[in-house]
């Protein structure tokens, strides 16, 4: 379905012309004829099929057509991250390029000035403001933003929000909002957390699923069973011979950040880091040097894991397994946006290999497993069940060693309300003899 037949404002479509933009996707498709309709929306869709788009271009359309307050704040975007807001802002401009609309976004780490603004801009009003939870409640405790004439409250990327802890800022912010408004929530994931979220703020929603929790199929999806001492050595086997035009190197931790980043330039490759640790100027500068085509690699946290979209990147490389499969699914969705095509590639080291399977069963297949350049040594075996079936067999060893029966027998109760008082028990040496001799005859191991 294209653009055009949604009958937008005329000086809407110029903007989603200038853009770029003609074909939907299916989220913006099913997304944007239920928030034109006004209704409340919880939707879901995973990463890169165009969330932004599918509430932005509605919500500026029913802004045209529909008086509001140019005096006041008109419509709050949350975002979880400040990379994100500045990406929606950025979107915004676009598509409002030929419009009477005005936007400013809300966040942390940067000057006094850049504060100024943000107070300016809201008790002035806006008709859109663009914040991350933290900076917004700060605007609010000060007690100069009035939020009582806000139409629109939008969440985006809720469940990233939700995961770093900001459920009670979000509830904080919705008591300053009227409580006839259209909200709308975007997330990649759908889990018990978010539906609750989306009782206590939606009213009566329309529910849309897309492709929950799955990469795009354009993704390939590749693995090396390693030691942790040879992932710099893969990285430098796969960027030595045909370097990528753009690669993310993610780890979550923002040491390991640091370490990745100078070992790279040892390499003499062209590399920065982003991570929370620097000042969002720094911030700023990494990502645009890699946008730019300045820098070939970003080494990054989880910070640029969700929602951040750079055109052709070519290559994710897990430096270390993610926590959990969503993570996962988020990182290497930084590649093959818009149909086209990666590759994700994860690092598995000896202790990580459970964690690793826990991603495969989850995505009910099978990762390739590929093998480690032979300068490198052999790699360890990928035996995940096994190590856990172990595990499981070593802790029912433990429980049997010592009868129920010899262990209550061991302790009594002391005089006078004393605590429990160990008691010698001349066949207590004995129920452990019979616990090993019983083991022996069933042919169990020592």
Wanted: charged share 30%; hydrophobic share 35%.
């Amino acid at each position: 379905m294209k653009f055009e037949e949604l009958k937008f404002e005329q000086n809407l479509m110029e903007g989603i012309e200038a853009m770029n933009f003609q074909e939907m996707t299916p989220i913006q498709e099913q997304a944007i004829p239920l928030v034109m309709e006004g209704r409340d929306v919880i939707a879901c869709a995973q990463t890169g099929t165009g969330k932004t788009a599918a509430y932005l271009l509605p919500l500026l359309n029913r802004m045209l057509k529909e008086e509001h307050d140019s005096e006041s704040v008109n419509a709050i975007i949350m975002a979880p991250t400040r990379e994100l807001a500045q990406q929606i802002d950025q979107q915004l401009e676009g598509f409002s390029y030929f419009l009477p609309i005005t936007s400013v976004p809300v966040y942390g780490g940067n000057d006094a000035s850049a504060w100024e603004q943000q107070k300016r801009a809201m008790q002035m009003g806006a008709d859109f403001v663009i914040a991350t939870p933290g900076r917004l409640i700060s605007h609010i405790n000060l007690g100069y933003v009035d939020f009582s004439k806000v139409n629109y409250f939008v969440l985006d990327e809720a469940d990233r929000m939700l995961d770093m802890g900001f459920y009670d800022d979000i509830i904080h912010i919705v008591k300053q909002l009227p409580k006839e408004r259209q909200t709308i929530m975007f997330s990649a994931t759908m889990p018990k957390k978010i539906r609750t979220l989306a009782e206590a703020i939606l009213d009566n929603p329309a529910t849309v699923d897309i492709a929950i929790s799955k990469p795009a199929e354009g993704i390939v999806q590749e693995a090396y069973i390693c030691y942790e001492s040879q992932k710099l050595g893969i990285i430098q086997n796969l960027l030595k011979d045909s370097m990528p035009e753009k690669v993310i190197v993610f780890s979550s931790s923002k040491q390991k950040v640091r370490e990745v980043t100078r070992s790279l330039k040892q390499m003499h490759l062209l590399a920065e880091e982003i991570h929370s640790d620097l000042e969002q100027s720094k911030r700023d500068e990494a990502l645009l040097s890699f946008k730019n085509g300045k820098v070939n690699v970003l080494v990054a946290t989880d910070i640029v894991s969700r929602g951040i979209d750079i055109e052709n990147i070519d290559m994710v490389i897990n430096f270390d397994v993610p926590t959990d499969a969503e993570d996962y699914i988020h990182r290497i969705g930084r590649t093959a946006r818009a149909q086209k095509t990666g590759r994700g590639i994860t690092f598995v080291s000896e202790k990580e290999q459970n964690k690793f399977r826990r991603i495969e069963l989850f995505l009910d297949k099978e990762i390739d497993k590929c093998s480690l350049p032979e300068y490198l040594g052999e790699a360890p075996e990928y035996s995940p069940k096994g190590s856990l079936g172990r595990a499981k067999q070593g802790w029912r060893r433990k429980r049997r060693f010592v009868p129920s029966k010899a262990k209550k027998q061991n302790f009594a109760k002391g005089q006078n309300g004393e605590k429990e008082q160990p008691v010698q028990n001349e066949n207590f040496k004995h129920h452990r003899r019979r616990g090993f001799k019983r083991k022996k005859e069933d042919g169990q191991p020592q």
